[in-house]
């Protein structure tokens, strides 16, 4: 079974700071995702990053994806209170399953 | 908006009752998903159907029922639950094998209490 990996699992960072949310997983795959999750809200998709080397940016958010080293990065610029939300980083094997990380509850300070 | 819509959206419920819960989209997808979550931990798969035929069944117990009849729709049927079962199902849907690279696209939820 493909296993996902976030870290941090909790992160409080004061607002105008930036910082980086870590997505390993355990077997090949060619395909990842980022989602953001709102308290009692359902999931968004935030990022589809398809291949070695990918990055995406959109706003305040960058991911990036190293396939070679199994590693996702969401790289947060200037955090905003906008912000918080539990971010999930999902990957695909060659079936139709989505493997979700642990997540990773951010809370940004003002 | 959400092009995937579930309902109801809360749904309370004693442990003898029977319901349904109830997944739409348009988008065209052949893929449709059935996903529990907890309070804090991530989406936890049960079921996939492809092409209206069920794929994928993670081991649900059988108080779970799936129905897709037809390429828009896709039930839960509930029956005997326990208080344990009560989570957020959420409802998605994506091109068949990730085709298109399409992401999951999630409903809103049910909201599911079992008392």
């Known amino acids: 079974e493909l296993k996902v990996e976030q870290n941090p699992l909790f992160l409080s960072m004061q607002e105008g700071k930036n910082y980086t949310i870590y997505c390993n997983y355990s077997?090949?795959?060619?395909?990842l995702y980022w989602y953001r999750q709102d308290p009692g809200k359902s999931l968004e998709s935030l990022f589809v990053?398809?291949?070695?080397?990918a990055v995406k940016q959109e706003g305040r958010l960058m991911a990036s994806l190293d396939t070679k080293a199994r590693l996702s990065t969401l790289h947060i610029t200037a955090a905003v209170h906008d912000l918080s939300a539990t971010y999930f980083c999902?990957?695909?094997?060659?079936?139709?399953?989505?493997?979700f990380g642990t997540g990773t509850s951010l809370t940004v300070i003002p | 908006d959400t092009e995937v819509t579930q309902t109801p959206k809360h749904l309370v419920m004693g442990m003898t009752n029977k319901k349904s819960l109830k997944c739409e989209q348009h988008?065209?997808?052949?893929?449709m998903y059935w996903y529990k979550q907890k309070a804090k931990k991530p989406p936890e798969l049960m079921f996939v159907?492809?092409?209206?035929?069920?794929?994928i069944n993670e081991s649900v117990p059988s108080r779970f029922s799936p129905e897709c009849p037809n390429s828009s729709l896709l039930n839960l049927h509930l029956h005997a639950l326990q208080p344990e079962d009560s989570a957020l199902y959420l409802c998605?849907?994506?091109?068949?094998?990730?085709?298109?690279?399409?992401?999951?696209?999630f409903g809103n939820g049910t909201r599911l209490t079992v008392t």
């Open positions: 998605a849907s994506s091109q068949v094998g990730g085709a298109g690279n399409s992401p999951l696209h």
């Open positions: 077997t090949t795959s060619d395909r």
């Open positions: 990053l398809l291949s070695n080397g």
């Open positions: 999902a990957v695909t094997n060659t079936g139709n399953q989505f493997y």
């Open positions: 988008m065209g997808h052949r893929a």
């Open positions: 159907y492809s092409y209206e035929k069920l794929s």
